[in-house]
């Protein structure tokens, strides 16, 4: 059974980085067949992509975050990763993993991480 | 951008009842690719109904979805005590990949 399971710093400053690693167990991230993805959702609100990335290393922003964000894949470790920089209080969410498929009929997210909170503190 | 809608923002129902959830979207859905998710608290979005209107493994057949184009919508024929949770709809057919705000279903 494929799982995904993010880990990282809960608090982060304002103006600093967030950094998150997700770790995949039970599959490979190496698969042609998947794409991996960030995904965070606020305090008592909605879910918003941030960016997805191949094994290759391509990558896939959200324009409203691209400028602030880098996602990086280390295929031996099984593991991919978020650094969003330059946060402010509303970069305060938990943020997801997951992975999604590669082909256009199945680019949804089917296997989510647990969730790792990120506090943004002043 | 696509921006999904859904209505209501809260449904109040009783178990046995059946629910309807609606997701509207400011454009054409591309190929139907929009799925619907559950969210309980504390937990994962876990995914129901994938290509609109198949649903994934081990959901039951109370939960159904239907619509294309801008028009979407998920149904819980007869609701159960699990059922209760935030729904979200997510278009994948154009980038960037969006999610609506949620529908909460609560116990009447």
């Known amino acids: 059974q494929l799982q995904l399971q993010e880990s990282g710093p809960g608090l982060v400053k304002s103006s600093e980085t967030l950094s998150l690693t997700c770790t995949v167990s039970g599959g490979s991230i190496s698969s042609s067949n998947y794409y991996w993805g960030w995904i965070r959702q606020p305090p008592g609100k909605g879910l918003e992509w941030i960016g997805t990335i191949y094994y290759t290393g391509n990558t896939y922003y959200n324009p409203s975050l691209k400028s602030r964000v880098t996602i990086s894949v280390d295929t031996p470790r099984n593991q991919f990763s978020l650094r969003l920089n330059s946060v402010t209080a509303a970069d305060t969410a938990l943020y997801y993993c997951?992975?999604?498929?590669?082909?256009?009929?199945?680019?949804?997210?089917?296997?989510w991480g647990q969730g790792s909170l990120v506090t943004v503190s002043s | 951008e696509i921006v999904l809608t859904q209505s209501p923002g809260t449904l109040s129902l009783s178990p046995g009842e059946r629910a309807t959830l609606s997701c509207w979207a400011s454009?054409?859905?591309?190929?139907?690719?929009l799925v619907w998710y559950q969210q309980k608290p504390g937990q994962a979005p876990r995914l129901l109904i994938y290509g609109a209107s198949t649903r994934a493994t081990g959901i039951p057949d109370r939960f159904s979805g239907s619509g294309s184009g801008t028009d979407f919508t998920l149904t819980i024929s007869r609701l159960e005590p699990e059922d209760f949770a935030v729904y979200y709809c997510?278009?994948?057919?154009?980038?960037?990949?969006?999610f609506g705000q949620g529908t909460r279903l609560e116990i009447k």
């Open positions: 997510h278009q994948y057919g154009s980038s960037p990949w969006t």
């Open positions: 454009q054409s859905v591309v190929s139907s690719h």
């Open positions: 997951a992975r999604h498929g590669f082909s256009t009929a199945a680019r949804y997210f089917d296997y």
